[in-house]
């Protein structure tokens, strides 16, 4: 599990999965998924199509039944209940509003089912409605929405229904850029507002680190780390989750010795350092991985790096693109290997082409995958 | 699979394989009961004996002899399938350039214009239909009447009452099967591959050719099908408009079971089932290949 | 958009034109005909009169056969939509081995031949009492439209994704109120058009009425049908002329209903 400050270990968590594996057929979409979600957390599931997080988000919310493994909602042991008797809700990919009924109808679908009188639902419904920004548009037809509004909507139908859990399905895919950073932002603050326990399915790592109190990151079915989104991208624990979220200079090496502090290892004829906090012994092959603004780049080949920086590769600049905020200059280093720099574009001038550079890092800016 | 791709039906689990049959049963008994049961009973019929003026249930199969050996009933068989083969091939010759020009109009309109112009006499029955030809190709009716007046015939041109007058009314009643399974192919073409072909170079006519009607194939093959199946059920057309000299099997079994030879009808019926169905097993196993290569490209 | 007027287009549009008359010829001739003042249907006309229309409403087998044909039609029509929509509804909703079996199984009423299924039904009849009913009517029918009925539906169904009836479930909807509140509104088009085509397969069914009715019991088509064998007069016009018109009205409304904005909202789901 990820490193976290909150002593809440012992409370219930507001949703759990056990060693929960999922079969379609010959397809084995879900292997040995165990989660603990906490009451009031926005918790995301990052990870590539076919990953398998969203069958994790069906079974949690009740249209998949887990082959394998025990989900519990709230404690209780919730493999085979039915969607209509979970306390959760879910927003769907495509939102699914109905469009023969209009917005109002849609919103209080829920309510009526369970039979309050007319006018708490007219009540609640108006307030669902402020709480998304949205007063005054009872009868408006689907139709009639832009994306952004329908979003709202679903988010409307979904929370007057006081879930414990609302889980949501890669929500904001069919949304252009800047309405898509809004609608972050909102749910976001929706979240702080209600205090329901989000689940957010999605593959764009900037949305999942944006929003999410916590990240678990899956491939293939399996949960490669769980951790904050810091936690996640300066401290991944496989290749997977280091090459999917960002960029990483990855490079092959042998650990040479351990020492307390650190660990020597060997990449061809470089010798460099790096963090303990890994089980490789000596003579293990491992993988160093190092992000991209992490790197400085020091010209010509032989000055001084700055204090600290003790690892040191000598590359020559392949190539030079310019990112508005920040350069970013593709290496070829001197054994043939590629990495990426990243510099803030301050305003000193940039490392041209064809420059003969040493690219320096430190010790614990390094991490040390054994995956 | 629906539009959007993503999701299954899910596996039936135990609470739901009991709602299943409830859903699917209702009309499978339906069926059952009805249809397969009757089928039944004409099958049995078919062995039994016919004395002249009534069944008896003893089993001799002389039915299904008289029917064989009979040279009349080789003729029948044969008046049939002229009767299919030339309809259909009418049909196909004129259903596919209809259902092309459809696939070329740009004004929605227009489009439901030209639904209506072919579609709509489906809305009519058979019966309707017929007449409406007897009134157009009898021997006082509006062609003789034009052909008359434009000095192109001495005297008044036999249309009805002949296997002419059965085709012209038959090839109107199955156009209309005849378009849908073409224009359904056609419109489902997806029109940059015939953008593709002219950036390669193509003229409007090679693209035709080589890209448009390949593709158009498998609908092309089950309107042939379909019509051609068509044909050969048809009772009303040749009925009304054969004059006696039609005689196909449709009508042959409705003459029997009149006349109360339900054995002789029912080996008719069971005839006519086979040879539609062999003719639709032996053409699917000639063209198997040229189908399942359009397919693959899909 | 109008970028292929080229001379191929052109020859193409006029020869649908062609056929499209050729297709309407039957139906506007029949109702020229119909105010034919001679008894042979002679062409052209000698005048107009409207004799066969009142000789339609006195022939005795054509307003019995009339009734019959609404009774008949419209039980089939509801037992088709019934039957279809459930087996519909199994077939799009739920994944099982035998699901393709079932579907073929399924469309075997249009599969065999209606003259031979007539004959069939007829044997079958007489033997459970059922012949020259209204009753036997309506199921043989209602066993013809069953398959346009589950074909229709079926199709509606997987275009519509379960999605719907999943947002409804997870509102705490059980299947049952699911199916009647979001999936049937859901469907309505699609509903509509079958429930069209089973009205229509009853309405001009001839081939299997033939065998299963009594003069007493006569639908319209078959009425028509005997006249026909016995007289040639234009009140055979009169009568289809009249059918046409319904027909007609038919395709107005068909084509009013596409049209229309409730219609296209359904229809323009992203």
Not at chain 1, 235 to 249: C, E, I, K, Q
Not at chain 2, 112 to 117: G, R, S
Not at chain 2, 163 to 176: E, Q, W, Y
Not at chain 3, 205 to 234: G, K, W
């Amino acid at each position: 599990m990820g490193t976290t400050g909150r002593a809440e270990a012992s409370a219930t968590p507001a949703v759990e999965l056990q060693q929960v594996h999922k079969r379609f057929g010959q397809v084995h979409a879900v292997r040995g998924v165990s989660l603990r979600i906490r009451e009031n957390e926005f918790f995301s599931l990052l990870g590539p199509s076919g990953c398998g997080k969203t069958t994790v988000l069906r079974m949690i919310s009740g249209f998949e039944v887990p082959t394998e493994g025990s989900l519990y909602l709230q404690g209780r042991l919730a493999n085979t209940i039915p969607p209509y008797r979970r306390d959760t809700n879910l927003i769907f990919q495509h939102l699914a509003l109905f469009p023969h009924l209009d917005v109002y109808d849609n919103i209080a679908f829920g309510l009526r089912l369970r039979r309050l009188p007319r006018d708490e639902i007219a009540r609640k419904v108006r307030a669902s409605l402020d709480l998304v920004d949205l007063a005054g548009y009872e009868s408006r037809r689907i139709h009639q929405l832009s994306g952004g509004q329908k979003q709202r909507i679903a988010i409307a139908r979904a929370l007057i229904n006081q879930p414990a859990v609302l889980l949501l399905d890669e929500p904001l895919g069919a949304l252009d850029l800047r309405l898509r950073m809004q609608m972050q932002v909102e749910l976001k603050e929706i979240q702080h507002r209600v205090g329901t326990t989000f689940i957010y399915v999605t593959h764009d790592q900037t949305e999942a680190m944006t929003m999410s109190d916590r990240i678990a990151v899956m491939n293939h079915g399996v949960v490669e780390q769980i951790g904050t989104g810091r936690d996640v991208y300066e401290r991944p624990r496989t290749r997977f989750v280091a090459t999917f979220l960002g960029d990483s200079n990855l490079i092959d090496a042998r650990v040479e010795r351990r020492e307390p502090e650190q660990t020597v290892l060997r990449a061809g004829d470089q010798r460099l350092v790096a963090p303990a906090d890994h089980a490789a012994g000596p003579g293990a092959a491992v993988t160093l991985c190092v992000r991209p603004e992490r790197l400085r780049l020091v010209t010509p080949i032989d000055a001084p790096a700055p204090a600290g920086y003790e690892n040191r590769v000598p590359a020559r600049v392949h190539d030079v693109i310019f990112k508005g905020a920040f350069i970013e200059y593709r290496l070829t280093t001197g054994s043939g290997a590629s990495m990426i720099a990243q510099a803030h574009a301050n305003g000193s001038p940039a490392i041209a082409r064809e420059g003969a550079v040493a690219a320096t890092w430190r010790r614990d800016d390094g991490v040390v995958l054994t995956e | 699979m629906n539009a959007r791709g993503g999701l299954r039906p899910p596996r039936a689990p135990r609470a739901q394989a009991l709602v299943l049959p409830g859903l699917l049963g209702p009309a499978v008994v339906f069926i059952v009961g009805v249809l397969l049961t009757a089928l039944g009973i004409l099958l049995v019929n078919s062995a039994y004996h016919f004395t002249g003026t009534q069944v008896q249930p003893r089993v001799t199969f002389e039915a299904y002899r008289h029917f064989f050996t009979d040279p009349f009933y080789a003729s029948v068989l044969w008046q049939e399938v002229r009767l299919a083969v030339v309809t259909t091939g009418i049909c196909l010759l004129v259903g596919y350039p209809v259902a092309y020009a459809i696939t070329k109009i740009r004004r929605p309109n227009w489009v439901i214009a030209a639904y209506i112009l072919i579609f709509s006499p489906l809305l009519t029955s058979s019966i309707v239909r017929a007449y409406g030809w007897l009134v157009i190709l009898a021997r006082g009716g509006l062609v003789n009447w034009a052909l008359a007046e434009a000095h192109l015939v001495g005297s008044p041109v036999r249309l009805v009452f002949n296997f002419t007058g059965v085709t012209i009314a038959l090839v109107h009643v199955l156009l209309p099967f005849t378009v849908f399974p073409i224009l359904s192919v056609l419109l489902r073409t997806d029109p940059t591959l015939r953008e593709a072909a002219a950036d390669l170079g193509a003229t409007r006519l090679q693209t035709f050719l080589r890209v448009t009607w390949p593709l158009s194939f498998p609908g092309l093959y089950a309107a042939a099908q379909l019509t051609f199946v068509l044909a050969m059920n048809a009772y009303v057309t040749p009925q009304l408009l054969g004059g006696g000299r039609v005689q196909v099997l449709p009508l042959l079994i409705f003459e029997n079971i009149s006349d109360l030879n339900w054995p002789l009808a029912a080996v008719e019926a069971i005839a006519l089932i086979a040879l539609v169905w062999t003719t639709m097993f032996v053409s699917n196993l000639l063209f198997r290949r040229r189908l399942a290569a359009i397919g693959d490209r899909e | 958009m109008s970028g292929s007027r080229d001379p191929i287009t052109i020859a193409l549009w006029a020869f649908l034109g062609l056929v499209g008359l050729y297709m309407l010829a039957p139906l506007i001739f029949v109702t020229i005909d119909s105010f034919n003042p001679s008894t042979y249907g002679t062409f052209p006309l000698a005048g107009v009169t409207l004799h066969w229309y009142q000789n339609v409403l006195q022939v005795p087998e054509f307003r019995s056969g009339l009734v019959n044909s609404l009774i008949v039609a419209s039980g089939a029509t509801v037992v088709a939509v019934a039957l279809g929509t459930l087996a519909a509804y199994g077939l799009a909703r739920y994944r099982f081995r035998q699901r393709e079996l079932v579907r073929s199984f399924l469309l075997l009423p249009i599969i065999v031949p209606a003259i031979v299924f007539g004959a069939a039904l007829f044997l079958l009849y007489i033997r459970v009492g059922l012949y020259g009913t209204r009753t036997g009517l309506v199921l043989g029918h209602a066993l013809l439209g069953l398959p346009f009925v589950m074909s229709i539906t079926t199709a509606s169904l997987q275009t519509l994704g379960r999605e719907y009836e999943e947002a409804a479930m997870d509102l705490g909807a059980n299947p049952l109120v699911t199916f009647f509140k979001v999936t049937i509104p859901s469907i309505r088009p699609g509903l509509v058009v079958s429930a069209l085509f089973a009205f229509v397969t009853s309405w001009d069914q001839v081939e299997v009425s033939l065998f299963i009715t009594r003069p007493r019991n006569n639908t319209l088509p078959i009425a028509m049908f005997n006249y026909e064998q016995n007289y040639q007069d234009p009140t055979l016009a009169a009568i289809s002329a009249i059918l046409i018109g319904f027909a007609v009205v038919l395709v107005l409304v068909a084509v009013s209903i596409l049209k229309s904005q409730e219609y296209r909202k359904l229809v323009e789901r992203e």
